[in-house]
C-alpha cells in the first residue's frame, strides 16, 4: 500500500480486498522517505470492515485526522507504543508479525503525520493465506 500523507494529516489506507480466508502475517515492510525524523507514525492494523472514524493523533491543527472503526493494532504488544516510525537515514523497516487471523479481514495502514510537510509510505505484507476449505 502507497501513499502520500499530507502535513498534519492521519490517513488510513485499506487492502483492496477482504481477505475471507484464514491467514498469517509474516512479515510487514515500512518502506519511509529519507529523513523522515520521526515525524510519520505507522500503524498496522488487521480490521474488520474498511470504514474510518475522527480521531485525535496530537498533530498540531490537523487538516485531516481518521482512525479504523475497529480492528486489532499488529504492532501493540508489550512496548509502549503501537507504531513504528523512520529516523534519519533508514527508510526501510522490516517488522516480523507472525500473526494468525481468522477470515474476514481488511488490512490497513495508518499513517499519523505530525510533520509541517508532506511524506509518503509504502507498506508491503507477506501473508500466507490458507486454502478455502
Partial sequence: MYATIAARSRVCTFSGERFRNRATIALARVTFALNT???LRIRLWACDSN???PSASGATTPILETA???GRNLLSGPGNVDYVV???EEGIREIALDVELQGGF???VDAD???TSDH???VTFELIEEPRR
Fill in 37 to 39: 525524523q520521526r515525524t
Fill in 51 to 53: 470504514t474510518t472514524r
Fill in 120 to 122: 509518503t509510505m509504502d
Fill in 86 to 88: 523512520g529516523d534519519g
Fill in 68 to 70: 479504523p472503526t475497529s
Fill in 106 to 108: 481488511y488490512l490497513c
Fill in 113 to 115: 503525520n505530525t510533520d
